[in-house]
């Protein structure tokens, strides 16, 4: 669909196209802010709030330690394993000064995870929580790591509230379990070796390097990362910086540089939170409140609580814990102008009683870790659809194809396919998988279908691949498969998607077991040791057999056809009871 068919129906001060930022490299839009905006707030984390001249000074500190200290060199790939402390920023932009590559890691991985990570990406050098250090310890010498930085949680925060915190962390709450690293260094000594040494020297970066490994799964569930340029994560930031330029009725913009207080409970770590918190609003030299565990809601409205906050990015899930806890209505919403909801479908009544409780409408945009990550985004305030996924950022085409490659009447549901220059490059060293995916003009192929509404929405309606989206993560049967069919137990096995209240979708595992003493319990354990507690199934159902084609592939298809008829029976029967 060509650009120009949005001309008209964009909002007021959206354009259809967006200059490229003129940048080299996301260094230079850094750095630039770090002197345009150096005595604003940037980053509040436990309590402590950093300016963006201390974010200056400590990444400068860290490019330094990196430079002067390690045999890193250009283009070297170093993970950061952190939550959403003040450390991350630091650290994330202390490694693209010092020309490095990021690789963004869960710290939920199990130790199968993170060794497939860390050897895929060929990182050198790893920055880790200690809360995880044992998982780190299990797989270290298995990997191409070879520097190794431990952070306690308030490292940033200055004493004596840092030694309160920590030392809660270790030994009141046991939160750290042992782990032996000796040539692991504390990130406050590693400060202080950057700040000892020379200066660092800003590497010169292009707009065609690499700036981001982010990791993302595929119908095989072997993780894959996409490699996005410093030019691809710029193009974004323009014409995210765009949508939200929208003009008001009166004829200001609905975000004033220097002016917002973001909410920031999305992890750093995902490409969402990434482009949004850690680009766009330093960008525009914006202040954001990081939440390291938004999982307790209690603690998350304690943390925001005295924070006149005008911007909010979140999901379903999110959104409706905040909702179910009695403090959350207290807070003072009346300067919330902007909602962002990514990662995965947001409800409808979610999006309803959100905006019933804060005055403020759920903006939802659509996206994938291969563009940077943002396709599409619903205008802001009373504009926004909810149901949709809005409508292509500037500066980005899509068409709708059907199984055969031909593009579909408009109305009628189609993969969706996207191109722009926020498209990645391909997969990192799987040119295989990128062929899959990405075609030499540079179209996409995202493997949703969705279709075009005469007003120019979008709205997603179906996945072709069977990924599970758990509280917004991506959940991979075949992966599960392949951990659950190793347990000796289990004959065969099939993983699908299905509704649930509290994370969007939960995996449901088909089990053909050896003989019956195979418990649920035993199942749930063995996949707990061996991936992430967002993958683990949430229903185990023991079979004899299972639905195969002829060749013997499992038709999750049938087994999703079984699902719905089974709810459909229940509610019946509810319904005549």
Same mark, same amino acid.
């Given at each position: 669909?060509?650009?120009?068919?949005?001309?008209?129906?964009?909002?007021?001060?959206? +354009?259809?196209?967006?200059? *490229?930022?003129?940048? /080299?490299?996301?260094?230079? @839009?850094?750095?630039?802010?770090?002197?345009?905006?150096?005595?604003?707030?940037?980053?509040?984390?436990?309590?402590?709030?950093?300016?963006?001249?201390?974010?200056?000074r400590?990444?400068?500190?860290?490019?330094a330690?990196?430079?002067?200290?390690?045999?890193?060199?250009?283009?070297?790939?170093?993970?950061?394993?952190?939550?959403?402390?003040?450390?991350?920023?630091?650290?994330?932009?202390?490694?693209?000064?010092?020309?490095?590559?990021?690789? /963004?890691?869960?710290?939920?991985?199990?130790?199968?995870?993170?060794?497939?990570?860390? /050897?895929?990406?060929?990182?050198?050098?790893?920055? $880790?929580?200690?809360?995880?250090?044992?998982?780190?310890?299990?797989?270290?010498?298995?990997?191409?790591?070879?520097?190794?930085?431990?952070?306690?949680?308030?490292d940033?925060?200055?004493?004596?509230?840092?030694?309160?915190? /920590?030392?809660?962390?270790?030994?009141? #709450?046991?939160?750290?379990?042992? $782990?032996?690293?000796?040539k692991?260094?504390? $990130?406050?000594?590693?400060?202080?070796?950057?700040?000892?040494? +020379?200066?660092?020297?800003?590497? +010169?970066?292009?707009?065609?390097?690499?700036?981001?490994?982010?990791?993302?799964?595929g119908?095989?569930?072997?993780?894959?990362?996409?490699?996005?340029?410093?030019?691809?994560? @710029?193009?974004?930031?323009?014409?995210?910086?765009?949508?939200?330029?929208?003009?008001?009725?009166?004829?200001?913009?609905?975000?004033?540089?220097?002016?917002?207080?973001?909410?920031? *409970?999305?992890p750093?770590?995902?490409?969402?939170?990434?482009?949004?918190?850690?680009?766009?609003?330093?960008?525009?030299?914006?202040?954001?409140?990081?939440?390291?565990?938004?999982?307790?809601?209690?603690?998350?409205?304690?943390?925001?609580?005295?924070?006149?906050?005008t911007?909010?990015?979140?999901?379903n899930?999110? $959104?409706?814990?905040? =909702?179910?806890?009695?403090?959350?209505?207290?807070?003072?919403?009346?300067? @919330?102008?902007?909602?962002?909801?990514?990662?995965?479908?947001?409800?409808?009544?979610?999006?309803?009683?959100?905006?019933?409780?804060?005055?403020?409408?759920?903006?939802?945009?659509?996206?994938?870790?291969?563009?940077? +990550?943002?396709v599409?985004?619903?205008?802001?305030?009373?504009?926004?659809?909810?149901?949709?996924?809005?409508?292509?950022? *500037?500066?980005t085409?899509?068409?709708?194809?059907?199984?055969?490659?031909?593009?579909?009447?408009?109305?009628?549901?189609?993969? @969706?396919?996207?191109?722009?220059?926020?498209? =990645?490059?391909?997969?990192?060293?799987?040119?295989?998988?990128?062929?899959?995916?990405?075609?030499?003009?540079?179209?996409?192929?995202?493997?949703?279908?969705?279709?075009?509404?005469?007003d120019?929405?979008? #709205?997603?309606?179906d996945?072709?691949?069977?990924?599970?989206?758990?509280?917004?993560?991506?959940?991979?049967?075949?992966?599960?498969?392949?951990v659950?069919?190793?347990?000796?137990?289990?004959?065969?096995?099939?993983?699908?998607?299905?509704?649930?209240?509290?994370?969007?979708e939960?995996?449901?595992?088909?089990?053909?077991?050896?003989?019956?003493?195979?418990?649920?319990?035993?199942?749930?354990?063995?996949?707990?040791?061996?991936?992430?507690?967002?993958?683990?199934?949430?229903?185990?159902?023991?079979?004899?057999?299972?639905?195969?084609?002829?060749?013997?592939?499992?038709?999750? #298809?049938?087994?999703?056809?079984?699902?719905?008829?089974?709810?459909?029976?229940?509610?019946?029967?509810?319904?005549?009871?």
């Open positions: 669909m060509d650009s120009a068919f949005w001309d008209d129906k964009r909002p007021a001060g959206v +354009p259809t196209e967006t200059a *490229p930022l003129q940048y /080299n490299s996301l260094i230079e @839009l850094i750095e630039e802010s770090f002197q345009d905006f150096s005595e604003r707030p940037a980053f509040t984390g436990i309590g402590h709030t950093l300016t963006y001249q201390d974010i200056d400590l990444s400068a500190q860290f490019a330690w990196l430079q002067n200290d390690t045999s890193l060199k250009q283009g070297d790939r170093i993970a950061i394993q952190l939550p959403n402390l003040l450390q991350y920023p630091v650290v994330a932009f202390g490694a693209l000064r010092a020309g490095l590559v990021i690789v /963004n890691t869960n710290p939920l991985y199990t130790a199968r995870e993170l060794r497939h990570q860390l /050897n895929d990406s060929g990182a050198r050098a790893l920055v $880790f929580l200690e809360n995880f250090g044992s998982t780190v310890e299990e797989v270290v010498s298995d990997t191409p790591i070879e520097y190794l930085v431990r952070t306690s949680l308030a940033l925060v200055p004493a004596p509230k840092r030694w309160l915190v /920590n030392g809660l962390v270790r030994h009141v #709450k046991k939160l750290v379990p042992h $782990f032996d690293l000796p692991a260094l504390k $990130f406050r000594d590693v400060l202080a070796l950057g700040k000892s040494s +020379p200066h660092f020297t800003p590497q +010169p970066r292009t707009r065609d390097d690499i700036a981001v490994l982010q990791y993302t799964g119908t095989t569930g072997i993780a894959k990362g996409a490699m996005l340029t410093h030019g691809n994560l @710029l193009a974004n930031v323009a014409q995210i910086d765009a949508c939200l330029g929208q003009v008001r009725d009166d004829g200001s913009r609905w975000m004033e540089p220097g002016q917002e207080i973001a909410i920031a *409970p999305l750093l770590y995902h490409i969402y939170a990434f482009i949004v918190n850690l680009m766009c609003l330093p960008y525009m030299g914006q202040h954001s409140v990081l939440v390291a565990n938004p999982r307790d809601a209690g603690l998350f409205i304690k943390a925001i609580k005295n924070h006149k906050f911007f909010f990015a979140g999901l899930t999110l $959104f409706v814990a905040l =909702m179910e806890h009695p403090e959350f209505k207290k807070l003072d919403f009346s300067a @919330l102008k902007i909602t962002l909801s990514g990662g995965t479908a947001l409800q409808e009544e979610t999006a309803r009683r959100w905006e019933g409780i804060t005055g403020c409408r759920i903006s939802e945009g659509y996206g994938l870790t291969e563009c940077s +990550p943002v599409s985004i619903n205008p802001l305030g009373s504009a926004a659809r909810p149901g949709t996924a809005g409508m292509p950022l *500037p500066s085409q899509i068409k709708f194809i059907d199984a055969e490659g031909e593009v579909v009447p408009q109305g009628e549901p189609g993969e @969706l396919c996207a191109r722009g220059p926020q498209v =990645m490059n391909g997969y990192w060293r799987r040119a295989d998988e990128t062929a899959k995916v990405l075609n030499d003009e540079g179209w996409l192929k995202t493997g949703d279908v969705a279709l075009l509404e005469d120019g929405f979008i #709205k997603i309606v996945r072709i691949k069977d990924m599970i989206l758990v509280s917004g993560f991506n959940v991979y049967p075949n992966e599960i498969e392949n659950v069919a190793g347990h000796p137990s289990v004959i065969n096995c099939a993983c699908i998607g299905v509704p649930d209240e509290k994370t969007g939960a995996p449901r595992l088909y089990v053909i077991p050896i003989n019956t003493s195979l418990r649920e319990d035993d199942v749930i354990n063995w996949c707990r040791e061996r991936m992430a507690a967002y993958k683990v199934p949430k229903q185990v159902v023991f079979r004899k057999e299972l639905p195969v084609t002829p060749v013997g592939k499992v038709l999750r #298809k049938e087994l999703k056809a079984e699902f719905r008829r089974e709810q459909k029976d229940s509610q019946s029967t509810k319904v005549s009871s």
